[in-house]
């Protein structure tokens, strides 16, 4: 064999024993532990196990670094959209007239919220009537008032 060959195969074995070094490292700490059970009391909370990261090795590490994680961010509120405020109320066929200048979320089958002072006083769901400005709605739940303001909870 050449010297060459020779320093070939000798790195070659210092690089693979490198790696199972490596790789064995952190196997101890992410093995669970064993707990022990003592008897507890009825009267004692149990706490709740916090859950520690596993310690990471070099080449975990390395992964890391090359390919970061994703942040989760965190969902968004939805803002709940002015529609109208209601201008009639029937109480006997269960609908209300409410005045609209928002014609884009109008959409028939959706359900509002009828909000006075802070309360939500009913909930509608908007009819395939309407004439502009004005828009029908059947009365699902409550009882809505004239002068209810009409939001929208679920636009995108």
């Not at 024993?17 to 064995?24: D, Q, R, S, W």
């Not at 006075?116 to 009913?122: A, K």
Request: aromatic fraction near 8%; include cysteine.
């Amino acid at each position: 064999m050449t010297r060459d060959v020779m320093k070939r195969n000798a790195l070659l074995r210092l690089l693979l024993l490198v790696m199972a070094f490596t790789f064995a490292l952190p196997g101890c700490k992410l093995l669970p532990r064993k707990r022990t059970i003592t008897p507890m009391s009825a009267a004692q909370p149990v706490p709740t196990p916090q859950a520690k990261p596993p310690s990471m090795g070099l080449l975990s590490h390395f992964h890391f670094v090359f390919f970061p994680s994703k942040k989760k961010t965190a969902p968004r509120a939805l803002i709940p959209l002015w529609i109208g405020t209601i201008t009639m109320v029937n109480h006997e066929n269960h609908f209300v007239l409410i005045d609209s200048n928002a014609f884009y979320a109008v959409v028939p089958g959706k359900q509002l919220s009828c909000i006075s002072q802070n309360r939500e006083t009913g909930k509608v769901t908007i009819s395939k009537d309407k004439n502009p400005p004005f828009f029908i709605a059947d009365i699902t739940s409550g009882s809505p008032q004239v002068g209810d303001r009409v939001y929208f909870q679920d636009h995108p």
